[in-house]
């Protein structure tokens, strides 16, 4: 399957985004320690940052 990279980097970040979104959710629920959803947020939008700036380059598709 010639997409398979972009495939999987796409499902990646899909999932980086559904974990942001856990992590802001919880935060906003739980009263009591802010430290894990906040933590789980923090590594979701560091993924998805990172996954922005750097792409390798087995990940990009040639065309």
């Known amino acids: 399957m010639v ?3 972009a495939l ?3 499902v ?3 999932t980086a ?3 942001l979104a856990v992590g802001v959710a919880a935060g906003s ?3 009591s320690s802010y430290l894990a959803p906040s933590l ?3 590594g979701a939008l560091l993924f998805l940052l990172g996954s922005v700036v750097y792409t390798p380059e087995w990940a990009v ?3």
């Open 40 to 42: 789980l947020a923090a």
């Open 29 to 31: 629920v739980v009263t």
């Open 12 to 14: 990646r970040r899909c």
């Open 61 to 63: 598709e040639d065309e």
């Open 8 to 10: 999987r980097r796409t």
């Open 17 to 19: 985004v559904l974990v």
């Open 3 to 5: 997409s398979s990279p």
